[in-house]
T-cell receptor
Framework: QKEVEQNSGPLSVPEGAIASLNCTYS??????FFWYRQYSGKSPELIMS????GDKEDGRFTAQLNKASQYVSLLIRDSQPSDSATYLC????????????FGTGTKLQVIP | DTEVTQTPKHLVMGMTNKKSLKCEQH?????MYWYKQKAKKPPELMFV???????INESVPSRFSPECPNSSLLNLHLHALQPEDSALYLC????????????FGPGTRLTVL
């Protein structure tokens, strides 16, 4: 089982809809979870970090964490064509050192 | 300010060349990282420096040599690279080594001929 799993997509949603991106992880003691957005040819850009169970909202973005189910998701409300990118889920691996494992990413396409 | 800078933006080198990639941050972060990213793949960790000491080397070939001259600077020295080393090289930093958020620089696009 991969440490961090994401559906590679592409996930296609119409403009204005809610995009739901999902991520599961295998290490039960993981404490830190991150969502990055990466446009083609560019570097990853932090969207949100989440550390506690529940929801965390920032503008049109909501991250949801469920440690019991080892599941973290990202909801994008009112999706815009500019949201079209690859979204990387990243999980801090336990062990003391700051080592983050990335999922393979989900490609999101927002259709105008 | 969450800016990490990298130079150069693009680099083309032959297999016999020696070159260096540079990374700088002025956020007071004490952990810095090098990642390698191939097309359509996630970033792959290469090295981690924590408080200017190398803390993680992910079994990277010796033709890649990292250096952390001070808490703000991180270099990656390249020597005798192979064409398969062509990739986007990303530098990142975080406040410390306690699970904090990593901020990425814009990357250096490396092509090895």
């Amino acid at each position: 089982q991969k440490e961090v799993e994401q559906n590679s997509g592409p996930l296609s949603v119409p403009e204005g809809a809610i995009a739901s991106l999902n991520c599961t992880y295998s290490d039960r003691v993981s404490q830190s979870f991150f969502w990055y957005r990466q446009y083609s040819g560019k570097s990853p850009e932090l969207i949100m970090s989440i550390y506690s169970n529940g929801d965390k909202e920032d503008g049109r973005f909501t991250a949801q964490l469920n440690k019991a189910s080892q599941y973290v998701s990202l909801l994008i409300r009112d999706s815009q064509p500019s949201d079209s990118a690859t979204y990387l889920c990243a999980v801090n691996v336990a062990g003391g050192y700051q080592k983050v494992t990335f999922g393979t990413g989900t490609k999101l396409q927002v259709i105008p | 300010d969450t800016e990490v800078t990298q130079t150069p933006k693009h680099l083309v080198m032959g297999m016999t060349n020696k070159k260096s990639l540079k990374c700088e941050q002025h956020m007071g972060h004490r952990a810095m990282y090098w990642y390698k990213q191939k097309a359509k793949k996630p970033p792959e960790l290469m090295f981690v420096y924590s408080y200017e000491k190398l803390s993680i080397n992910e079994s990277v070939p010796s033709r890649f040599s990292p250096e952390c001259p001070n808490s703000s600077l991180l270099n990656l020295h390249l020597h005798a690279l192979q064409p398969e080393d062509s990739a986007l090289y990303l530098c990142a930093s975080s406040q410390d080594s306690a699970g904090g958020t990593q901020y990425f620089g814009p990357g250096t696009r490396l092509t090895v001929l």
